[in-house]
């Protein structure tokens, strides 16, 4: 058996669920940040697959290296939150963090 | 030595024309970019905390160069002649799909929310010097006027993207910038947590969209939305594309811009994150990032999916999938604003319901396009076209967003110049305050009667323009598919009457008892109990007042503005 779209596919979207199960169910925000990694690389697994098997430019490839700039971007500036909320709260569970609500 | 690399002299010969145009096309954001760089600078030099505010005055220049410039590249429509083009590619590239594709575009569009974004940053900015919050934060305001220069950056980037990659990296940085000033009241619980929120939610839909592009460009084989049009519009005839995987990708990559203009069910950070950030930056979110927001989805769904002119037929049934978002986003805002206590809160359920209405103008841009098929499909008439564009539904949120701009910004400059003096932002604490201060009071009077939509006010004329594009027939068939959402419309006006005029109620009508907050600052109240304001505030209120009334009698140029972005899309 040859390895082939699918499998990459299978396993993007595998990890777009795990991604998505961490955020809604960990009681750290640290872990929340992790899904959010997970998710955005079973995307870049999905375009990177595409491009290898698809061949028609490398628009895919491209848009994955973005997306890893971008990502990082995203956790320098949540963790920085993270700090500050730790600060404030002397905690870093989001359910324990809601003071604003109706 | 492979043949297949190009000599790199003759790609720099090839190249160099068209960065050379592609750059001075891509002249207000460059300066914006500048400006942010000049004003991490400058905010560096400056040592005294009590002179960083000349990063303000500096972030106002810049902003202004930005606004002028996007006014030069306004291509107004000349009748009959041949060379209007109405828009060019920024950074083009050329593929074998299509003749010329690119990063982003330059069209009356994209200008057009430029305009509307830039000048709202510059009230922002404005507003943010007169703020008791940004103020105490003395040492920081420079990174805050900067913040304000990427944040209009990525906001410009956003309604003029072309490109998946694109439009991810302005949504992108919009959100993570928008992270930042959310939180800029560091040592204020309130603030950091709405941050925590803003950044969990945001980074999850931001996700989601992402995951949803993938799939786009694993079905198309390019992330160019033009290129998505072309490719669907060949497959969908040849039975290549699955339907079932587009759909799929396509709401994915609604989460994403559904939670930019806080659509349901992405709305939930709304509240939290407009309770607890900085008044300007509230007011900022809930104008121009939903703005851009908007820019971003419309030229999605209409260059991605439009109507297919062989068949007549939409590529993708979305103006449905709206509708049914829209009537749930504006019940849900509508509904949850009448038991808020907390007038930011209010207005944040209120800005979700307006979100709702701005939607119904979207679901007319899908029937529009569908009109226009039915036009072209029986002959160009020329006849029909003028009534054409003034009623479509493009037309129509361009003119609700004009309305909004002024309205919601002034609402949210009252607020904040309220909440200067009395440090509350509880619709309790505003009992009897017409008395305090009858000019605030008036303002907001007339700022949240507009927000309601009632006549002699622009927002009657936002309103207005929304339902006449969703109720307008069908020039074959005469057919209005759409009733039952305009008459969800009409009820949720009503509805949101309510907890408008509750808030006029404490103003005018009670009376300040024992539990109503008391003045932060006895030195702020005149001899007679009036709250007294600078004069320099007093006089800002009428840069939102005057446009609310004067827009809400004589509302024709807005009108034929906005017509003019209409005809270049109807040429394509």
Redesign the interface.
């Known amino acids: 058996m040859t390895v082939g779209l699918n499998h990459f596919l299978v396993i993007g979207a595998i990890l777009f669920v795990l991604g998505i199960f961490a955020m809604l169910s960990r009681r750290n925000v640290i872990a929340v940040l992790m899904g959010v990694e997970l998710i955005l690389n079973a995307a870049n697994i999905n375009f990177i697959a595409f491009t290898r098997y698809g061949g028609v430019n490398i628009g895919g490839q491209m848009a994955a290296i973005f997306v890893i700039v971008i990502a990082a971007g995203e956790a320098a500036v949540a963790l920085a939150i993270v700090l500050n909320i730790y600060k404030n709260f002397k905690s870093v569970n989001p359910s324990e963090v809601d003071s604003l609500r109706d | 030595m492979n043949p297949n690399i190009i000599n790199p002299q003759e790609l720099a010969k090839l190249f160099a024309p068209l960065v050379k145009t592609s750059m001075s096309h891509f002249l207000p954001e460059t300066i914006l970019t500048v400006g942010f760089l000049l004003a991490i600078i400058l905010d560096l030099l400056i040592k005294k905390s009590s002179q960083k505010k000349l990063t303000g005055y500096f972030a106002l220049i810049v902003l202004a160069a930005a606004f002028v410039t996007s006014w030069m590249q306004w291509q107004p429509y000349v009748e009959g002649s041949t060379t209007w083009k109405g828009g060019s590619m920024i950074f083009p590239y050329m593929?074998t799909l299509i003749p010329q594709i690119g990063m982003a575009v330059v069209d009356n569009f994209a200008v057009f929310f430029k305009l509307l974004i830039s000048l709202s940053a510059m009230l922002i900015v404005l507003m943010s010097m007169l703020s008791r919050e940004v103020e105490e934060r003395g040492r920081h305001n420079g990174e805050y006027f900067a913040l304000l220069l990427a944040l209009t950056l990525g906001m410009f980037l956003m309604p003029a993207a072309t490109d998946?990659?694109m439009m991810?990296?302005s949504l992108?940085l919009v959100?993570?910038t928008s992270?930042?000033m959310v939180?800029f009241m560091?040592?204020n619980?309130?603030s950091?947590?709405?941050?925590?929120?803003y950044?969990?939610f945001g980074?999850?839909s931001s996700?989601?969209m992402?995951?949803g592009?993938?799939?786009l460009?694993?079905l198309t084989?390019?992330?160019?939305i033009v290129g998505i049009q072309a490719v669907l519009q060949s497959g969908m005839e040849a039975h290549t594309v699955n339907q079932l995987a587009l759909w799929v990708g396509v709401i994915l990559s609604l989460a994403g811009m559904g939670y930019k203009i806080s659509a349901a069910p992405f709305h939930f950070w709304t509240?939290?994150v407009y309770?607890?950030a900085p008044i300007p930056i509230t007011a900022l979110l809930s104008v121009a990032s939903k703005a851009g927001g908007f820019g971003l989805l419309m030229r999605f769904l209409m260059f991605g999916f439009p109507v297919d002119f062989q068949t007549g037929k939409l590529l993708l049934n979305w103006p449905l999938v709206v509708a049914v978002l829209a009537a749930v986003t504006m019940t849900l805002g509508n509904f949850?604003a009448l038991?808020?206590s907390n007038i930011k809160?209010m207005l944040a359920y209120s800005t979700i319901a307006h979100a709702g209405y701005m939607m119904v103008g979207l679901v007319a841009v899908g029937s529009g396009l569908f009109m226009l098929a039915e036009v072209r499909s029986v002959g160009f008439h020329k006849e029909l076209l003028p009534h054409f564009y003034e009623m479509s539904g493009m037309v129509s949120v361009m003119i609700y967003l004009v309305a909004y701009l002024f309205t919601n910004l002034g609402a949210f400059y009252v607020i904040m110049l309220i909440a200067n003096k009395i440090g509350s932002e509880e619709i309790e604490d505003y009992k009897g305050f017409a008395k305090k201060s009858p000019l605030l009071a008036v303002s907001l009077g007339i700022f949240l009667v507009s927000l309601t939509g009632i006549p002699l006010t622009v927002g009657f004329i936002g309103k207005l323009y929304i339902f006449s594009s969703i109720l307008t027939a069908d020039p074959i068939t005469h057919a209005t598919p759409w009733v039952w959402l305009a008459v969800v419309m009409v009820l949720n006006s009503v509805v949101s009457l309510y907890y408008y005029v509750r808030v006029m109620q404490a103003m005018f009508i009670k009376q300040a008892d024992a539990q109503t907050a008391p003045l932060t600052s006895a030195l702020s109240v005149g001899p007679d109990g009036t709250l007294s304001y600078s004069l320099i505030s007093k006089i800002f209120i009428f840069a939102f007042l005057v446009p609310t009334i004067v827009l809400g009698v004589y509302f024709q140029p807005v009108v034929d503005f906005t017509s003019n972005v209409v005809r270049f899309f109807s040429l394509q």
């Open positions: 593929t998946l990659v991810y990296i992108e959100s993570i992270y930042i939180g560091k040592e619980s309130r950091s947590e709405a941050s925590m929120k950044v969990l980074a999850f996700g989601l992402i995951y592009f993938s799939i460009y694993g084989g390019t992330t160019s509240p939290d309770e607890g949850a038991r808020q809160r």
